[in-house]
């Protein structure tokens, strides 16, 4: 505020605020994930720098870099990403499919709903690791075993997620299409899937990310190969930096699947952007 005095007379001018920097506005959320990047990586780098860490322990973080990008140039790395994603995402769909399919029914039929809930409630609490024996007993130390383990570890984000959304569409939507003279099967197709949708995807995204989780688990039962016991390997003949180029790897899949059904997400959800709130 500038106050200018002109013939005993005072006259106030008044600045307005300044706005948010349009830049920074619409790329505040990358640049503020960078600056929490680079922060991340230079505390790494100071915790092993100055000894409060032993290197055997935790590599820098460019040794890492190097060994990552080593790793896949010469193959050592890069022939052990696809068997797991190509395990991961088998057991993937197979849970999605099974996920969605019971999800439906148990969350359509109330009495299904009622009578699967007591197992269902003592199956889902049971723990991954607990099981591992369970599976390799029944399927071997191969593939199978390794695939229904995360299978197992994807389903229920689904199944759950799916239970919910069905069972809880709005009535008046139901109702809506009865008295226009709907079918069940065009209720169902074209009501109750539709509304259900955006309900289901965020269990779909978290059965991706277990999906790999579970993985590192199932491969650590045995294998030849695979991220998991390539991270493993790296860690028993303490070959630090190619262990956390794994886990490295490991992670940019996450992020890399994470991306792609967020996309998917936004396309097949589409339609109720402008409907609500979402």
Same mark, same amino acid.
């Given at each position: &505020?500038?106050?200018? +005095?002109?013939? @005993?007379?005072?006259?106030?001018?008044?600045?307005?605020?300044?706005?948010?920097?349009?830049?920074? %506005?619409?790329?505040?959320?990358?640049?503020?994930?960078a600056v929490g990047l680079v922060g991340f990586?230079?505390?790494?780098?100071?915790?092993? /720098?100055?000894?409060?860490?032993?290197?055997?322990?935790?590599?820098?973080?460019?040794?890492?870099?190097?060994?990552?990008?080593?790793?896949?140039?010469?193959?050592?790395?890069?022939? /052990?990403?696809?068997? @797991?994603? *190509? #395990?991961?995402?088998?057991?993937?769909? +197979?849970?999605?499919?099974?996920?969605?399919? +019971?999800?439906?029914?148990?969350? @359509?039929?109330?009495?299904? *709903?009622?009578?699967?809930?007591?197992?269902?409630?003592?199956?889902?609490?049971?723990?991954?690791?607990?099981?591992?024996?369970?599976?390799?007993?029944?399927?071997?130390?191969?593939?199978? @075993?390794?695939?229904?383990?995360?299978?197992?570890?994807?389903?229920?984000?689904?199944?759950? !997620?799916?239970?919910?959304?069905?069972?809880?569409?709005?009535?008046?939507?139901?109702?809506?299409? #009865?008295?226009?003279?709907?079918?069940?099967?065009?209720?169902?197709?074209?009501?109750?899937?539709?509304?259900?949708?955006?309900?289901?995807?965020?269990?779909?995204?978290?059965?991706?990310?277990?999906?790999? !989780?579970?993985?590192? %688990? %199932?491969?650590?039962?045995?294998?030849? *190969?695979?991220?998991?016991?390539?991270?493993?390997?790296?860690?028993? #003949?303490? *070959?630090?930096?190619q262990m956390y180029a794994g886990i490295l790897? +490991?992670?940019?899949?996450?992020?890399?699947?994470?991306?792609? &059904?967020?996309?998917?997400?936004?396309?097949?959800?589409?339609?109720?952007?402008?409907? !609500?709130?979402?």
């Amino acid at each position: &505020m500038v106050t200018t +005095l002109d013939d @005993s007379r005072s006259e106030e001018i008044i600045t307005p605020p300044k706005g948010p920097n349009p830049f920074l %506005a619409k790329y505040d959320r990358y640049i503020y994930g960078a600056v929490g990047l680079v922060g991340f990586l230079v505390l790494w780098w100071a915790i092993v /720098e100055f000894g409060y860490v032993s290197d055997l322990y935790l590599s820098k973080p460019l040794d890492v870099f190097s060994a990552f990008v080593d790793g896949l140039a010469d193959g050592t790395l890069a022939t /052990e990403i696809w068997p @797991s994603v *190509q #395990r991961a995402l088998i057991g993937f769909v +197979l849970a999605l499919v099974s996920g969605i399919a +019971l999800g439906i029914l148990v969350g @359509s039929v109330k009495i299904f *709903q009622k009578l699967t809930e007591p197992v269902l409630l003592f199956f889902r609490n049971l723990s991954l690791l607990a099981l591992l024996p369970v599976f390799v007993v029944f399927l071997g130390i191969g593939e199978e @075993s390794k695939i229904a383990i995360v299978w197992w570890a994807c389903f229920w984000p689904i199944f759950i !997620t799916a239970v919910g959304a069905v069972s809880s569409v709005e009535r008046i939507l139901l109702n809506a299409a #009865r008295t226009l003279g709907a079918g069940r099967l065009y209720i169902f197709t074209r009501v109750v899937l539709p509304a259900a949708i955006p309900g289901i995807f965020p269990g779909i995204r978290l059965a991706a990310s277990n999906a790999f !989780t579970a993985l590192v %688990a %199932a491969e650590l039962v045995g294998g030849a *190969q695979g991220i998991g016991i390539y991270i493993n390997n790296a860690a028993l #003949r303490y *070959q630090t930096p190619q262990m956390y180029a794994g886990i490295l790897a +490991l992670g940019l899949i996450g992020i890399l699947v994470n991306a792609v &059904m967020t996309g998917i997400e936004w396309r097949v959800t589409g339609w109720q952007r402008g409907l !609500t709130s979402k």
